[in-house]
């Protein structure tokens, strides 16, 4: 996706890239989940730093986890 709109926000000097992740921290029993998003957030920072040399800016944000009770059995 980065591929595909760098280039106009390139040629417009303006454009913001968001990513997500509920968590920067290992989460268990989703290993693969945690090693994605870790990824995902490393290059987003890597991304920012050379993207702000044309304008473009790189965040993620990191709204938390959302802790559903509806349907939870007591353990």
């Known amino acids: 996706m980065t591929r ?3 280039p106009g926000m390139r040629e417009r000097c ?3 890239i968001v990513s997500s992740s509920v968590t920067l921290h290992p989460l268990p ?3 693969f989940y945690s090693a994605s998003k870790t990824a995902v957030n490393a290059f987003t920072e890597s991304f920012a730093l050379e993207a702000e040399e044309v304008g473009v800016r790189a965040r993620f944000a990191l709204p938390g986890s959302v802790h559903e009770t509806r349907g939870a059995t007591p353990c």
């Open 14 to 16: 303006s454009g913001a």
């Open 4 to 6: 595909a709109v760098m």
């Open 29 to 31: 029993a989703l290993s």
